[in-house]
């Protein structure tokens, strides 16, 4: 399965966090490999307080140095719209971000999940539009306006 927008990652994160419409306090990471791929989808805690930083170890331990190269995390509780710039989780996924980064990792999604909402702190839609530098997941779409990647 290719992961080709932020949206697919929160909708199987979803599967685990909100399973018939009730939200758990879980934390997700989802796992991709260097194709996109999708490779892992685990929780990490059942018990999600809000805070990322407790759970920083246990997010790296699920990525596999060989076979990882994307990951994304999330968890129950979206944060308010328009949050303050130092808003705590956000700091901490922004930590998060930095320490994978120094193992070799790319965070590429960070989503807050309620029953009826869900917030983003990263790509939501094709990946392909943000210029980040990710593998082409469109080249299937030879057919489509959208089938080139730019």
């Not at 927008?5 to 989802?30: T, Y």
């Not at 991709?32 to 805070?51: N, P």
């Not at 705590?88 to 930590?95: F, G």
Request: glycine content about 8%.
């Amino acid at each position: 399965m290719i992961i080709q927008a932020g949206f697919d990652l929160q909708l199987l994160a979803r599967l685990l966090i909100a399973p018939e419409g009730k939200v758990k306090p879980k934390l997700v990471v989802i796992v991709l490999d260097a194709d996109m791929q999708l490779a892992d989808l685990r929780v990490v805690s059942h018990q999600f307080d809000g805070l990322l930083e407790p759970h920083f170890e246990a997010i790296l331990d699920q990525l596999d140095p060989d076979g990882t190269r994307f990951f994304a995390i999330a968890h129950a509780g979206a944060w308010p719209e328009c949050p303050e710039a130092n808003a705590p989780i956000l700091e901490e996924a922004h930590a998060l971000r930095i320490l994978a980064h120094q193992h070799g990792f790319l965070m590429i999604g960070h989503f807050g999940l309620d029953r009826a909402e869900s917030t983003s702190n990263g790509p939501y839609y094709y990946f392909d539009r943000y210029h980040l530098g990710l593998p082409c997941t469109m080249d299937h779409w030879v057919h489509s306006r959208q089938g080139q990647c730019e």
